[in-house]
């Protein structure tokens, strides 16, 4: 049977039936992700269908969607079993006792933004500060009986836009060499739309502490907490080893799953030392099951009761049937067909800007993988860009402002997994991801107005040299 291209009007048609069913399933019954992907995938599948393309294809592309992220569960895992051992030789506890003693709870959330980010910033990347800093950050906010959605919404946004402004960063360079613009001219175009977004989420948190901080635990709840933490574990320097030689490497540009290894094995052998008399047989275990706390303190017990590669099941399981879905819905092409029927819509640069950031919400949406939402979109708007006179870096920096900093808001996207699955959290944090919200909606406003959208000529002939080496 020969195979048909999708419409437009039956690509968006299908779209929305996606989003609906998610929308529902999630929102209004509270389901996981899960279900509700699979009956998506089930729609999308029988359009293939009616397409012409034959299960055995569609079953390759799913193969084949499912590979690329066979790294990210790799990772998912390893962390597990490094969160559960952590936990295990004190790293988590002795850095929520340093924690307790340095941060205040009215300044809590503002500063965790700005932690977050400079790791993140040094780094290039937004899991590797997540994973190490974010873990720690959340700690300090049961101590402190700060909101623990509300840490985890501070958290990602200061590891997105520290991962975002990176020149470390694997999405910021490809970004850019999807746009064909310099790396460093693209950092400097995106502090137009970051600065601002990063000081009203400051401000946004800075509002939250002060309304919150009077209903907070006050400083006899967090003196019993280091007296306990004090008193039942050995709190010592030689436990934060792991996590420090983990950033290390990352700012070395070391791969996660080599870096990630590292830390393991300095865990483990800190473990030794930090909990006298533990056999192998406990820390595989806990590096499987993940610790158990019982301490008698119900804030602490609840802190401490996590990690283990079980906990991460859940989120490989998201990932496996998120990419599963994607892999279909790329191989028929129904996002494609979405993009390339509203070019009729592309004659001002407000509505290119705004098609943009639409385009990169809606493969987040129906793909979950943040790469495609940058490269798909880039690669079909990218003419659009030059017919209304703006230059490259002007789609650079809404791939990002869109592609990127939208991503995290995805339950089921590969970072959204991994947030839920790191933090422990659930899908509580995204209302408090401010950064993710703001930052598309200011791009959107310079499209219109707009303000800090240098044309095409603007570098003369600095920009087409650049062109013509990236064409190269």
Not at 192 to 218: E, K, R, V
Not at 309 to 327: K, Q, R, T, W, Y
Request: glycine fraction near 10%; proline fraction near 4%.
């Amino acid at each position: 049977m020969e195979k048909r291209i999708p419409s437009f009007a039956m690509s968006l048609i299908v779209f929305l039936t996606v989003v609906a069913i998610l929308g529902v399933s999630i929102l209004v019954f509270e389901a996981a992700p899960h279900i509700p992907i699979v009956l998506a995938a089930v729609i999308v599948t029988l359009y293939g269908f009616k397409l012409g393309y034959t299960w055995k294809e569609m079953e390759r592309a799913v193969t084949k969607g499912v590979s690329h992220g066979v790294p990210a569960i790799l990772i998912l895992s390893l962390i597990g079993i490094l969160v559960g051992v952590w936990v295990l030789n004190g790293t988590v506890q002795t850095i929520t006792f340093y924690g307790l003693h340095v941060l205040s709870p009215s300044i809590f959330l503002v500063s965790t933004v700005i932690i977050t980010a400079v790791v993140a910033t040094m780094t290039g990347s937004s899991w590797s500060a997540i994973s190490t800093i974010g873990i720690a950050l959340m700690g300090v906010s049961y101590g402190m009986e700060i909101s623990p959605a509300a840490t985890a919404g501070a958290i990602v946004c200061g590891a997105i836009f520290g991962d975002k402004m990176s020149p470390l960063s694997d999405t910021t360079n490809l970004t850019a060499a999807t746009a064909k613009v310099d790396i460093f001219q693209h950092i400097k175009h995106m502090l137009w739309t970051t600065i601002p977004s990063l000081i009203i989420t400051l401000i946004i948190f800075g509002a939250i502490s002060f309304m919150t901080t009077q209903d907070t635990a006050g400083t006899d709840n967090v003196d019993a907490m280091i007296s306990t933490l004090n008193s039942e574990y050995n709190l010592t320097p030689i436990a934060l080893i792991s996590p420090l030689l983990i950033i290390i490497l990352a700012f070395k540009r070391v791969s996660s799953i080599p870096a990630l290894v590292v830390g393991l094995i300095a865990a483990v052998a800190t473990t030794l030392y930090t909990v006298p008399g533990v056999t192998f047989g406990e820390i595989m275990s806990t590096a499987h099951f993940g610790y158990t706390a019982e301490t008698g303190d119900e804030a602490i017990d609840s802190l401490l009761s996590l990690g283990g590669l079980d906990s991460m099941l859940f989120g490989v399981s998201l990932i496996l049937i998120a990419l599963s879905f994607g892999g279909i819905i790329k191989e028929i092409g129904i996002a494609h067909a979405i993009i390339d029927g509203m070019r009729s819509f592309l004659k001002s640069r407000g509505n290119v800007v705004l098609s943009t950031v639409l385009s990169c919400l809606g493969v987040n949406v129906a793909v979950g993988e943040q790469y495609l939402s940058i490269i798909l979109p880039g690669q079909m708007l990218e003419d659009s860009y030059k017919n209304t006179n703006l230059h490259p870096k002007n789609l650079s920096r809404t791939l990002e402002d869109a592609g990127t900093i939208i991503h995290p808001l995805i339950p089921w996207g590969v970072t959204g997994v991994f947030i839920m699955s790191t933090l422990n959290i659930g899908m509580g944090y995204i209302p408090y991801s401010f950064i993710c919200f703001i930052t598309p909606v200011i791009a959107i406003i310079y499209g219109y107005t707009g303000f800090a959208l240098p044309p095409l000529n603007q570098g003369g002939a600095a920009y087409e040299e650049t062109m013509l080496e990236k064409d190269a």
